[in-house]
Structure formats: structure tokens, C-alpha cells
């Protein structure tokens, strides 16, 4: 019995190193679809037309003719200071001009019939010089008259009103926006490493976090010249997707998305997974599996998306190429 079991021991030692465990790999059938090569990023929507007014000198308010929220039309009043102390000032500056203006018009009556020597033509060019100071100190209180008042240059939407209440003293840095929702654009930042490959025109598909069920058609309208950083420290290239219509105003300023740029594209073609693809130098090989072999073949390709790849030479459709 002891011979019988050392036997057997010896026997499963023996035999254990010529077990061959069977090779694991996924495979994937070659099949014809559409194929784009993208860029991602993400960005904002902005309007194309917004405006913020604020005064230039802190003061009273007089009047405020709108809320957040409201609509106006280009060249509306929409709030003025109390100018009050600044119309009486014209005033008399105006008197100051007119009686100036007596003095240099006698001046020169005076002197209308006289030989001009060096202390006359002095007299006369002093006479000239208070007229221009006068002047200006009419058109001075009119220019702060002016400033008193906000007026939108653009019809829109109020959208900000720091200051809503007549009577109380405002700082310079208050201000109402206005925005027009009727043109809006969706700016995003291009990572440097791929802002070499994006061109105006190439179309974009856009989802907004506001619709996540939906996506938006548009093209790439501007490129920055300038770059920006990113929030992790990075280099990248604002891009500009033009929406001259906003239907229902869909769009709003601020809305946060994302953007997928086509660089490339190819409808209807032979597409296998790119884990399949193996390189060696200048050339591209896969693995085609048929009845239990598999052999190497060199393919040719084209698109390449974030997962798959365009075979433009070397496959059939229907074949089967090991993946993994």
C-alpha cells in the first residue's frame, strides 16, 4: 500500500507540467458604419450682444424705468441722476459765455479800423482764448447732463439692476446688463494639443446640460487667436459656435455644455475595434481568426474615432479580428 501511494504521488507530479491551459481572447466581427474622428470640450453660451451701462460719477438717483426682467427697445431710457445742481451750472455758464462773447465782439469792433501792432494782435488772441474757455465750460456740465442718464444702445432683455430705487445715493459701480436673446453663441476652450486640427466650418454637435436629450447642430465660427487657462493650469483656445436664431429662446446666457467637433468623417465603411490594431514600424497588422486559426494580416486605415477605426484596405466584412 505505501509503494502504491508513492507511485501515484509521483505519477500527478510527473503529469502536472504537461497540462496547457487554453489561450483567452475577446474577438470582434468587421462591420460596415459610420465612423467621425471628434474633438471634446466643454464651454458656455454667451450672447452676442450684451451690454452693461453704469454711471460715471456716483450720485442721487431720480428715476429707474425698469426691472430685471424686462424688455426694451434700442435708445430706451433706462435710469438718471438727480442733476438738478448740474442744469444750474450750465446756466451759468452760459451767462458767462454770452458775456464774454459781448466782450469779444466789442473788442474786435474796436479795433476794426486800427493798424494791428504785436500788443493789439496780443489783445485780440486773449480775447479769443477766454471766448474757447467759456465755451468749454458750457459743454462740460452738458457732457455730465448726458452722463446723468442711461440709455441701452441695444433692444433686449434686463437680465441685471443693481439699483431700483429712486432716491437713494448710488456708487459709479452700479449697473444694469442688457442682453439680446435673439443671437446667441457657444463659446468653448480647445486644449492646445488639439487646436492645430480645428478649422471654421467644421460642424459641431452640441448637448446643453439644461436638455440633456437633446443635441444642437452648428459649425465652428471663430477661432481665438489669443489662449486662455484653463482651470487646471492648462493652455487652451476659446472656440466660437455661431446660433443666429434662438426659437423660443431655448439659449440662455450662461448655460453650461459640451461640444464634440468632427475633424473627420467617413460614411458607410469597414470598422473594427482599435484594440484590435497592432503597429510595427510604418505598417498596422491585426489578428483574423477563421475555423479555430488565427493569422496576421496588414491592414491600411483611415478615421480613427475614440474607439474604433476605419480599415481601408486589407479586411472583408463579416471577417472576425481578435481584440484582446
Not at 452640441?206 to 437633446?214: E, F, M, P, R
Request: hydrophobic share 40%.
Amino acid at each position: 500500500m505505501v509503494v502504491f501511494a508513492i507511485l501515484a504521488i509521483i505519477v500527478l507530479v510527473i503529469a502536472k507540467p504537461f497540462s496547457k491551459k487554453q489561450p483567452k481572447f475577446t474577438t470582434a466581427e468587421v462591420k460596415r458604419q459610420d465612423i467621425s474622428q471628434t474633438v471634446s470640450a466643454s464651454g458656455t453660451m454667451e450672447a452676442v450682444n450684451k451690454v452693461t451701462l453704469q454711471f460715471l460719477n456716483p450720485g442721487k438717483l431720480s428715476f429707474v424705468n425698469v426691472k430685471v426682467g424686462d424688455s426694451v427697445r434700442a435708445n430706451q431710457t433706462i435710469a438718471g441722476l438727480d442733476s438738478r445742481d448740474l442744469i444750474e451750472k450750465r446756466k451759468i455758464a452760459l451767462l458767462d459765455y454770452n458775456s464774454i462773447r459781448w466782450d469779444f465782439e466789442q473788442t474786435k469792433e474796436n479795433y476794426k479800423d486800427t493798424i494791428l501792432n504785436d500788443t493789439i494782435k496780443r489783445t485780440l488772441e486773449k480775447s479769443q482764448f477766454d471766448l474757447d474757455r467759456s465755451v468749454a465750460n458750457v459743454n462740460l456740465p452738458q457732457i455730465s447732463l448726458e452722463n446723468a442718464t442711461l440709455t441701452t444702445p441695444i433692444a433686449g432683455i434686463v437680465t441685471q439692476a443693481d439699483t431700483t430705487t429712486p432716491g437713494e445715493n448710488v456708487p459709479a459701480t452700479n449697473h444694469f446688463t442688457i442682453i439680446d436673446p435673439n443671437k446667441m453663441k457657444f463659446v468653448a476652450n480647445i486644449d492646445e494639443g488639439d487646436i492645430g486640427i480645428i478649422k471654421t466650418g467644421q460642424a459641431v454637435t452640441l448637448t446643453l446640460d439644461a436638455y440633456s436629450d437633446k443635441t444642437f447642430s452648428g459649425q465652428v465660427d471663430k477661432i481665438s487667436f489669443s489662449s486662455v487657462l484653463t482651470n487646471g493650469g492648462g493652455t487652451a483656445f476659446p472656440v466660437e459656435i455661431l446660433y443666429s436664431t434662438n426659437p423660443d429662446l431655448m439659449f440662455k446666457d450662461g448655460m453650461n455644455g459640451d461640444i464634440e467637433v468632427v475633424i473627420k468623417e467617413a460614411k458607410n465603411t469597414l470598422v473594427v475595434p482599435s484594440s484590435a490594431i497592432t503597429t510595427q514600424g510604418d505598417k498596422k497588422f491585426v489578428q483574423v481568426l477563421s475555423h479555430g486559426e488565427n493569422s496576421t494580416v496588414e491592414v491600411k486605415t483611415g478615421v480613427e474615432s475614440d474607439t474604433s477605426t476605419e480599415i481601408t484596405q486589407g479586411l472583408s466584412e463579416g471577417q472576425t479580428v481578435i481584440v484582446k
